[in-house]
T-cell receptor, first 115, second 113 residues
């Protein structure tokens, strides 16, 4: 199965700054990657679908100008949280899959804390 | 709206017993359903996938059932071990986003020796 590496695993940033999170598919060429966010004791919420070579597709209620997604290659997608605020503090997780009816592989997640 | 509901309360069982976790869904007609395990501070790990035309699926000590009439899946861990302690997530295909998944909140399982 696919191995997904996410970096950094933890980041603390000041309010108003931007933070970039990388998601790499190490052994699988991923035309599509997914970004999720998880608040404590809550379910994983799909934020956006990252499409290689084209614009990301955002879920309703997710600000595309705040959460910038770039999927420039088949092995790398990045999520940039711009002008971060304390309410953006959360656990961000990326995932890769081979299509419907197959398992999905997740990165280890990034714990973002905005102070 | 679409909902995936899992037991919100933690499930505590004794080692060796069978753990049974429930997933109920509404406003879905899923072609398949998946179960994942999530440890604290980590991403989910895939356990089992069951298709709508399958009643039951097994993998080692794990068993999943899928009742599309009741709109329910049951997840069983037999001969449970302390290492099985984790949060278990039920997931259904996101109807709007290709093969992305929608997740329930998960059920926390604690297996005590």
């Amino acid at each position: 199965g696919a191995v997904v590496s996410q970096h950094p695993s933890r980041v603390i940033c000041k309010s108003g700054t931007s933070v970039k999170i990388e998601c790499r598919s190490l052994d699988f060429q991923a035309t599509t990657m997914f970004w999720y966010r998880q608040f404590p004791k809550q379910s994983l919420m799909l934020m956006a679908t990252s499409n290689e070579g084209s614009k990301a597709t955002y879920e309703q209620g997710v600000e595309k100008d705040k959460f910038l997604i770039n999927h420039a290659s088949l092995t790398l997608s990045t999520l940039t949280v711009t002008s971060a605020h304390p309410e953006d503090s959360s656990f961000y997780i990326c995932s890769v899959g081979e299509g419907a009816y197959t398992e999905v592989f997740f990165g280890q997640g990034t714990r973002l804390t905005v102070v | 709206s679409q909902k995936i509901e899992q037991n919100s309360e933690a499930l505590n069982i004794q080692e060796g017993k069978t753990a049974t976790l429930t997933c109920n869904y509404t406003n879905y007609s899923p072609a398949y359903l998946q179960w994942y395990r999530q440890d604290p501070g980590r991403g989910p790990v895939f356990l089992l996938l069951i298709r709508e035309n399958e009643k039951e699926k097994r993998k080692e000590r794990l068993k999943v059932t899928f009742d599309t009439t009741l709109k329910q899946s049951l997840f069983h861990i037999t001969a449970s071990q302390p290492a099985d302690s984790a949060t278990y997530l039920c997931a259904l295909p996101n109807s709007n986003s290709g093969y992305a998944l929608n997740f329930g909140k998960g059920t926390s399982l604690l297996v005590t020796p």
